[in-house]
Nanobody, 124 residues
Framework: QVQLVESGGGLVQAGDSLRLSCTSS????????VGWFRQVPGKEREFVAA????????RYADSVKGRFTISRDNAKKTVYLQMNSLKPEDTADYYC?????????????????WGQGTQVTVSS
């Protein structure tokens, strides 16, 4: 079992930056890829970014490409999502997820473990 805890959310203005963190604990000896997803009330949870176990491969949703950067520090068991040039449409609850594979995926259902989420609000 892997536990994930997100942190770093908050209220910011358009154009500001935030860095989200996703820290894992529990059975983390296996290699796992991590993804970030976001959800607003009444909508489906959508893919934001993902990173392979090694960190050498990443993938982004078109809506965040060039503004968000995903990275990881396996020694700290932490994955980061640096969010720059934030827009009001980035407002959502952000979730990190882990899958029992070295390779990332963009499909929500392919992830095995989920955090509780952290809220990001971007005012205009």
């Amino acid at each position: 079992q892997v536990q994930l805890v997100e942190s770093g959310g908050g209220l910011v203005q358009a154009g500001d930056s935030l860095r989200l963190s996703c820290t894992s604990s529990g059975r983390t000896s296996s290699r796992y890829a991590v993804g970030w997803f976001r959800q607003v009330p009444g909508k489906e949870r959508e893919f934001v970014a993902a990173i392979s176990w090694s960190g050498s491969s990443t993938r982004y949703a078109d809506s965040v490409k060039g503004r968000f950067t995903i990275s990881r520090d396996n020694a700290k068991k932490t994955v980061y999502l640096q969010m720059n040039s934030l827009k009001p449409e980035d407002t959502a609850d952000y979730y990190c997820a882990a899958r029992s594979s070295s390779y990332y995926d963009t499909v929500r259902g392919d992830y095995d473990y989920w955090g509780q989420g952290t809220q990001v609000t971007v005012s205009s």
